[in-house]
């Protein structure tokens, strides 16, 4: 069992930057590539990033490509979801997951946190 918490959302003006936390504890933190996906409300879920197990490799969607950075820190068994320039388009509940590989498809993440709402404000 693997239980994931989110922190770090809350409300941020348009263009300004905010930086998401995820701490894992359960199994084995550093053998899983971890995720970020969001879901606004009225839509689906939807992929924002993930990294790799070693933190090696990185995927980004292209709504937040050359926006974001995602990072982890597995002696601290947490993953971080950086975010610069938000939009108001970036308003959404944001979660993170553990993966068997770096996807973004949600089918690949077995364990979901709860989320943490962001607010982008015009």
């Known amino acids: 069992q693997v239980q994931l918490v989110e922190s770090g959302g809350g409300l941020v003006q348009a263009g300004g930057s905010l930086r998401l936390s995820c701490a894992a504890s359960?199994?084995?933190?550093?053998?899983?590539?971890m995720g970020w996906f969001r879901q606004a409300p009225g839509k689906e879920r939807e992929f924002v990033a993930a990294?790799?197990?070693?933190?090696?490799?990185?995927i980004h969607a292209d709504s937040v490509k050359g926006r974001s950075a995602i990072s982890r820190d597995n002696a601290k068994n947490t993953v971080y979801l950086q975010m610069n320039n938000v939009k108001p388009e970036d308003t959404a509940v944001y979660y993170c997951?553990?993966?068997?590989?770096?996807?973004?498809?949600?089918?690949?993440?077995?364990?979901w946190g709860q989320g943490t709402q962001v607010t982008v404000s015009s």
């Open positions: 359960g199994r084995t933190f550093s053998s899983y590539a």
């Open positions: 997951a553990v993966g068997r590989t770096t996807s973004n498809d949600h089918r690949e993440y077995g364990y």
């Open positions: 990294i790799s197990w070693s933190g090696s490799s990185t």
